[in-house]
């Protein structure tokens, strides 16, 4: 690209023109039409996520719908690469994910990639991956999914995943995922085999999945497209989500590997005050007499823009807080004030749902129904129960 | 190599010297001393395999006899690739392995790469590479071994083998897979990543290992050697086979691809006279006078080669049958009818053997003790019976 973003699986810089990635990705925009028919289908109202265009970018989600209100239904996948704890960054689009779920009523399917992380980071060890697997499936747990309908499992343990990316690993040669990925001679090659087993899941059904993920894993999901029919499958449909940004910038997304610029899962409610009090990146002017006089900008501000993604839900609110500070009438500090005030009540609740988590991992990992019916076909017949 | 001769784990073609293999591959010749030792601890004659240099060199052997004598022991792996049935050549070294484990006691890993003759192979389904697996270890079953100590698995349904594979996976880079497998950019990435997958038995148990198999798959132990020690396991040992000729030349080694000049194991006794009559070659004359003018030359006679790596168990009759022979005393057709013999009584018994192996499949798989420890390992506890 030649812009002045970048935007893979590993890495995303600068301020992203999400326009411009549309056409760059060879993917189609989110339309009115595709939200008003998603709103028909499920006769809700439809979430933030869709409202404000966080999901902003599709492929084959027309289709998606067509199919499900044909009767063949459809199925949802995503996933979490555990490296580290978990920030607001990462489990929004988990959010966005549990209501498709439910207003669906569809499987859901979650991927936790302790190898790539282990892999793909030369300096963790696959034990801190896969203790990361389990600190992270308790805050996706947490979100609220239905445990009888989603399956969440770790790589490293549902290796039954290896079988299933054979015959996907046949299908890419070096070439493709080198151009696709950037792989060199350095490359290790568990690293150059990872992404079959990223791909496995869109087959775990005969019907069409949809991936709800941020827009800089669709270089799994074209390379998928380019054979899944000939294996039998559909193409996988996805829905891309834009990034939440760092505390600290618009530009680039929220790093776990700057802790001070991510709210994290876990944070207590005076970290998320020091946090967004110290670093929280605003669109106000330099002195008070400026910003009553001038107004703010909020379309520079990192905390209007959490609040946008999702931090509130009142879209009258939104909206007149918009206006408030274009007009001068509201100081930075007052909208820090609200946003860690916002963000302080939904880590209360979240941190109370992980604790409770922490009984129902089983669950959604081996005795679900759902989870059941995936282990049945991984382990052989004269070693069941 | 600039000789008349190539041996990668994918190709063996022209007349082989061992001596120059043993330079080339940096091992060690398989000494006299080494077999006498084996004699010793074993307090058992050796086996012809050993007695007669079909095993002819080795990695670490001497550290694999120090390991047992000092009480720390040791376990064997090898291995088949499913692509199709099999035959005299293949079955061979299993005989050897058998003995090594009945005279030391051991445990013995064999990995039956599914997924690999299926990446590998351009036309094989994985269903098709599933279904040799079958046949095929049921004619691994009938060599013999003891059930409670062996553990054979498929690598599409021990897919725990894929958690092992992840660190080795993490050792290893294109390059270097590259430089030892000749690997290019059309490689499929499954067949880049195979490796690490044949390599992670080598550390099933933290003692040395020890692999019976021909040299042939010697560049996958030479790789494992480089990094095994930093991943804190032993180095694998390897003693190492000559290939078994096919029934019309002493070049190359037998190929399943050609179905004349290979003896089946499934073959009926009809088979065997008929394409030993027709196909065996030997270093017989052109004419019955010349025959025993000159004598033959057993050197050129893959009829007196198969006697000498397997059929004839007995040196001293080897030793007259050589003489006599040289001295003009035999007929090709004579040893053909005595080859033919063997064979047959050989595959009388081994197709018994295999009979009864259908009833024991399950143990060797899954419910002997060794089997049962390995699932356990890869079963997660709340799926346990």
């Known amino acids: 690209m030649v812009e002045d973003f970048k935007v893979t699986p590993w890495e995303v810089e600068g301020v992203v023109d999400y326009n411009k990635l549309i056409e760059h990705f060879g993917t189609s925009p989110l ?22 265009k966080f999901f902003f970018s599709h492929r084959d989600y027309d289709k998606v719908l067509q199919d499900y209100e044909e009767g063949r239904g459809f199925f949802l996948y995503t996933g979490r690469g555990p490296s580290g704890p978990m920030h607001i960054g990462h489990i929004i689009p988990f959010f966005a994910t549990k209501w498709l779920q439910e207003k669906f009523g569809v499987n859901l399917y979650i991927q936790i990639t302790d190898d790539e992380k282990f892999l793909f980071k030369e300096n963790l060890t696959f034990e801190d991956t896969k203790h990361w697997a389990y600190e992270n499936i308790l805050d996706i747990i947490a979100v609220g999914f239905d445990p009888d309908k989603t399956f969440i499992f770790q790589n490293s343990e549902f290796t039954k995943i290896y079988e299933m990316a054979i015959p996907i690993a046949k299908k890419i040669n070096f070439s493709m995922a080198k151009a696709v990925f950037g792989f060199t001679e350095q490359s290790k090659i568990g690293m150059i085999f990872f992404p079959a087993i990223q791909i496995a899941p869109t087959f775990f059904e005969k019907r069409r999945c949809l991936i709800p993920a941020a827009i800089d894993q669709d270089p799994y999901w074209r390379l998928q497209r380019d054979f899944a029919e000939s294996l039998g499958y559909y193409k996988t449909a996805a829905i891309h989500s834009k990034f939440v940004p760092s505390l600290t910038s618009l530009s680039g997304k929220m790093s776990a590997s700057k802790p001070e610029t991510a709210i994290y899962l876990t944070d207590s409610p005076e970290d998320v005050e020091k946090k967004v009090w110290k670093f929280a990146l605003t669109g106000g002017r330099p002195t008070l007499k400026e910003q009553r006089e001038k107004g703010g900008e909020p379309e ?35 909208c820090k004030r609200y946003l860690i005030s916002k963000i302080q009540e939904f880590l209360k609740e979240h941190q109370k749902r992980r604790k409770k988590a922490e009984k129902q991992i089983e669950k959604f990992k081996y005795t679900g129904k759902l989870a059941q019916e995936m282990w049945d076909k991984a382990i052989p017949e004269p070693l069941k129960g």
């Open 300 to 334: 520079k501000c990192v905390v209007f823009k959490w609040l946008e993604i999702f931090f509130e839900e009142d879209d009258k609110k939104l909206k007149e807080r918009y206006y408030a500070c274009k007009n001068g009438e509201l100081t930075c500090g007052e």
């Open 31 to 52: 339309t009115e039409e595709l939200l008003e028919k998603t709103a028909e289908l499920t006769k809700s109202e439809l979430p933030l996520f869709f409202r404000r």
